[in-house]
């Protein structure tokens, strides 16, 4: 069974910062591109920053020039850099991957649980 779990999160004042990570484990083939959304209280989920298996980044407004984000294809695992955090950065961000697993032999979407990040003014 295929799993994304993150870790990183926490508690931060303005301006601060915090790392996430996601770990992927289990039984596949690859992993395609990964991301990293968000969901603030009472908002839709929304898009952080993703990455192709060659490296290419996308990132949101929002975030540009603040956050960064990397993986490691021979760990299987992508971080999140998140400098100059502003309290409206407050969320559980999730992972998410696309994944061919060895069960199904197609793309499949898997989110982790999240991570709550909090930044206090």
């Known amino acids: 069974q295929v799993q994304l779990v993150e870790s990183g999160g926490g508690l931060v004042q303005a301006g601060g910062s915090l790392r996430l990570s996601c770990a992927a484990s289990g039984s596949f083939f690859s992993i395609n591109a990964m991301g990293w959304y968000r969901q603030a209280p009472g908002k839709q989920r929304e898009l952080v920053a993703s990455?192709?298996?060659?490296?290419?980044?996308n990132y949101a407004d929002s975030v540009k020039g603040r956050f960064t984000m990397g993986r490691d294809n021979g760990k299987n695992t992508v971080f999140l850099q998140m400098n100059s955090l502003k309290p409206e950065d407050t969320a559980v961000y999730y992972c998410?991957?696309?994944?061919?697993?060895?069960?199904?032999?197609?793309?499949?979407?898997?989110w982790g649980k999240g991570t709550l990040v909090t930044v206090s003014s």
């Open positions: 998410n991957a696309d994944i061919i697993p060895l069960s199904m032999l197609k793309t499949m979407a898997y």
């Open positions: 990455i192709t298996n060659g490296g290419r980044t």
